[in-house]
């Protein structure tokens, strides 16, 4: 053990006042985007019970009337969920009083838009950008305002990210790179990574034997020789050569079974996550955290759709139950003991980003900003991504079936309200309703709806497949 001088810490704390504010206007704006998009999908599904009411023989009056109540109870619900984080169901009578002051607010605005000559339209568009921001805010300051916790006491403006420990051992580090056809930027992040551990060995943070492990996930170009010549030329850097392509899941499991070492840390090649917080993770490693999470601090790297894409999946995993980390990849330091909790997990549909909040143990979190891919494309093209998606929500949440269990229910009951319609139509009313649409459109919707869970139940069942034929996850090749 040794005694040194306490280095400062270098990590990126969100809560320093410039990256706060860049964090609290980029949250905002996602916040703000959600609140249209569900704003948008509510009014829709409004005028969808509307004409359904209409076309079932409502008086129109009364069928507005009920568009608009369940309009506001799934706006409560839809906003409280998915835009606000806040499902307090003791909120709605101050949601309806807001909704009230909204829709007060708009026919003031309207009223004065006709008054100085504008049409009906006209005055209705104009009333609704001011309209929207009015309400967004009305709700985020006022109806679903996070109630304060007495518990926490606020930090002080110059409090450290993270607290040090003043003595530390020599951490027996390993650091995993899964790579698939990663010749470009292979070289440079060789490069960077054995600098940055000489640096660490130079400190005496991590002990001689500290390495890195490539993970060769079956590549068609020269990866694997770049890996074989970087172990020739260092006795740092070791490599791994699966039998063919695994994907990113298997590939880095691999590796982080082979490598050995006290503390593993695992990044992607393509050097978009910042290497110099792995300091601080072994720095919160020997301040007794298991695992220590690299998560971003800001999305502003990412394009409109794979930011807006992104922060709904998130919110959508977390309303299934899934225990995941918000904005956290595969960028992660786990100690040996989670690496052997880890070894229990046998099952082939592999979602790490899922397992590992599972295991426990203490845990901490490093903030970075995450840049550009250094060079060549990205293996994560839009099919892979929305499989991944796929393999996080059916493999950690029965939701989805449940969900079928409750549209066949509503389903059956718009049903048998028809089917009661219909006979008081024809034998009370001495009327029937005319048109192909009362036979034809029922049918294409009970049909959609029957091919949609048929395809969600095949979901399950072809993970069940998979996991009964107890296949091995990947085979080991070569290992330098």
């Not at 229990?344 to 900003?369: H, M």
């Amino acid at each position: 053990m040794t005694k040194r001088k306490q280095p400062k810490s270098t990590a990126k704390n969100p809560d320093q006042k410039k990256q706060g504010v860049k964090k609290i206007v980029t949250a905002l704006n996602v916040q703000f985007i959600r609140f249209v998009v569900v704003g948008t999908l509510n009014t829709a599904f409004s005028y969808g019970i509307y004409a359904l009411l209409l076309y079932l023989g409502i008086e129109y009056k009364l069928a507005n009337l009920g568009s608009l109540l369940a309009s506001i109870a799934v706006g409560f619900k839809a906003h409280g969920k998915f835009v606000f984080n806040n499902a307090d169901n003791s909120l709605f009578l101050r949601f309806f009083i807001g909704w009230l002051v909204i829709y007060g607010f708009n026919i003031f605005i309207i009223g004065q838009l006709l008054k100085w000559g504008f049409n009906a339209y006209e005055s209705g568009a104009m009333a609704l950008p001011p309209v929207v921001l009015c309400s967004y805010f009305l709700q985020k300051l006022i109806v679903f305002k996070p109630k304060k916790n007495p518990s926490k006491a606020p930090l002080a403006a110059n409090a450290p990210a993270v607290t040090l420990p003043s003595v530390f051992m020599k951490t027996h580090l390993a650091i995993v790179v899964p790579c698939y056809n990663e010749e470009d930027v292979l070289p440079e992040t060789n490069s960077r990574l054995l600098a940055l551990m000489a640096t660490m060995r130079e400190s005496g943070l991590i002990s001689e034997n500290s390495a890195i492990y490539y993970v060769d996930d079956g590549s068609r170009d020269k990866t694997w020789t770049l890996i074989s010549q970087f172990n020739a030329d260092s006795p740092y850097v070791h490599g791994v050569k699966l039998s063919r392509n695994q994907g990113h899941q298997n590939a880095l499991l691999a590796g982080l079974f082979a490598a050995e070492g006290e503390a593993i840390v695992s990044i992607d090649a393509d050097l978009q996550d910042d290497i110099n917080v792995i300091k601080d993770m072994v720095h919160l490693y020997n301040d007794n955290n298991e695992i220590v999470y690299g998560v971003r601090s800001s999305r502003k790297s990412d394009t409109f759709f794979k930011r807006v894409t992104a922060q709904l999946y998130y919110r959508i995993l977390m309303s299934m139950g899934v225990d995941i980390v918000f904005n956290h990849a595969d960028y992660r330091l786990m100690s040996r003991r989670v690496i052997d909790c880890l070894r229990q997990y046998s099952e082939v549909n592999l979602f790490l980003r899922g397992i590992i909040p599972k295991l426990g143990f203490r845990t901490a979190t490093v903030y970075y900003e995450r840049t550009e891919r250094f060079a060549g494309e990205s293996k994560y093209p839009l099919s892979k991504m929305l499989a991944l998606a796929a393999e996080g929500i059916t493999s950690f949440s029965v939701m989805p079936l449940r969900f079928i269990t409750w549209l066949g229910f509503l389903v059956s009951l718009g049903s048998l309200f028809m089917v009661v319609w219909i006979i008081i139509g024809k034998f009370a009313m001495q009327s029937t309703i005319p048109g192909w649409a009362s036979s034809v459109l029922p049918i294409y919707f009970i049909g959609g709806i029957q091919l949609l869970s048929i395809g969600i139940l095949g979901e399950y069942l072809a993970k069940i497949y998979m996991e009964v034929k107890q296949r091995p996850r990947y085979f080991i090749e070569e290992n330098i």
